[in-house]
């Protein structure tokens, strides 16, 4: 299938509230250094796992990313009424035959005492949702050999099961993995190159991180007045700021993932598109509510490269004489879109528009739309033409 385009930008501006949407390992908020000053970041793996669970539900698709799989196939056999004996081993013998190199969980309270059958895979799989049934379909086959078969109480222990047809098994994807691809290099051909690229979120200004103590009031103290203090105390970080999001769609690698099915292509394309724009990263939501929707989103269909406009923040935004960075933001990015665009030459753009709470025209950034639905469909609209023609 030829397609015209090879790259679908998209850009978004977002203010988001007092929040901390990603942590370090010291519960610290994300932060950077760009153009000599601090900003608050949100990782790329952060924000995608964000995108991937919100985009698995419109999709109406699932996939597992898991060391457990032979566990979570015997709580599918369990459900099917097999003897929980028999159901741990054929999910040890299960992981034991992927291909991957395994040990055994440890039992609790003892480093040293392992669990038999409680096999755990050195790599995590990323598989459908449906490759569990799969896989315990495979064991119901087998069945009989389980049930004589010995449990596996080392890494080097053997399965009865076909390693082959586990493999199979693990190969298989759906278009949660054609999107965001797949890393497992312990099977031949499992890998599969994922057809999106998002940027860590960055503040297209300098931000401050706030530091928030709390106290937690104990109920029977406060009830009985019998004693002074609080029943706990602490701090957590937070911060607040305009971020600037980047993704890209390789239009050229999806297509390959999905064997050239133009309706499969423009349907994960629409999902991934619309879940980048309303996702949001859920740590401190029950205590921060920071569920914003961004202020401007601006996409580009491209023939030639990707294109992040991320340097049009390099230098920081100033706050408007009247306070905020959100609308300055919009302003200094299509400022910086349409000089990008002049100097590298427009003539690797298909199609270029915007939708935004913006009143002002900014034309930099192609032409407007009314809703997020309207750009997006009309950017498809200019990557995939004739794509169904060509596929019929």
């Not at 440890?106 to 449906?130: C, F, H, R, W």
């Not at 960055?202 to 019998?226: C, G, P």
């Not at 629409?270 to 724009?277: C, D, G, P």
């Not at 913006?358 to 004739?386: H, N, P, Q, Y």
Request: net charge negative; charged share 25%.
């Amino acid at each position: 299938m030829r397609i015209p385009a090879r790259f679908i930008d998209i850009h978004v501006l977002q203010s988001v509230p007092f929040a901390n949407l990603n942590r370090d390992d010291t519960n610290s908020v994300k932060t950077v250094q760009y153009g000599n000053t601090l900003r608050t970041r949100v990782s790329s793996q952060c924000w995608k796992r964000a995108i991937r669970t919100d985009f698995e539900e419109r999709l109406g698709q699932s996939a597992l990313r898991t060391r457990r799989i032979g566990e979570r196939v015997t709580r599918e056999l369990e459900l099917r009424g097999w003897p929980a004996e028999t159901a741990q081993r054929a999910g040890g013998h299960i992981a034991a035959a992927s291909g991957i190199k395994v040990e055994l969980a440890k039992a609790p309270g003892d480093s040293k005492q392992t669990i038999p059958n409680k096999v755990l895979t050195n790599a995590m799989v990323y598989v459908p949702e449906s490759a569990v049934a799969d896989l315990a379909d495979l064991a119901e086959q087998h069945r009989e050999a389980l049930e004589s078969a010995k449990d596996i109480k080392k890494p080097t222990d053997k399965s009865v099961l076909p390693g082959g047809d586990i493999e199979a098994v693990l190969r298989s994807r759906n278009g949660v993995i054609n999107l965001f691809g797949r890393m497992l290099a312990e099977i031949d051909d499992a890998g599969v190159d994922g057809a999106v690229q998002v940027a860590h979120a960055l503040t297209t200004h300098e931000t401050d991180v706030e530091l928030d103590y709390f106290s937690a009031v104990d109920d029977v103290t406060a009830i009985w007045n019998d004693t002074a203090g609080s029943g706990h105390m602490g701090h957590a970080e937070f911060s607040a700021g305009t971020f600037y999001r980047f993704a890209t769609v390789d239009l050229r690698d999806l297509v390959a993932n999905v064997g050239d099915d133009s309706a499969a292509a423009r349907e994960l394309s629409t999902a991934f598109l619309t879940s980048f724009i309303t996702s949001l990263p859920q740590a401190k939501k029950n205590s921060t509510a920071p569920h914003t929707i961004p202020d401007l989103v601006h996409i580009s269909v491209r023939t030639d490269r990707p294109l992040s406009y991320a340097a049009a923040f390099e230098e920081p935004v100033q706050a408007d004489p009247k306070g905020g960075f959100a609308s300055l933001s919009r302003t200094q990015l299509a400022d910086y879109a349409g000089a990008a665009n002049k100097l590298l030459g427009t003539q690797g753009i298909l199609a270029s528009g915007w939708a935004s709470l913006e009143t002002k025209d900014l034309s930099g950034l192609g032409e407007r739309r009314d809703s997020f639905d309207e750009l997006i469909s009309t950017a498809l609209e200019a990557a995939l033409v004739g794509a169904s023609e060509a596929n019929a």
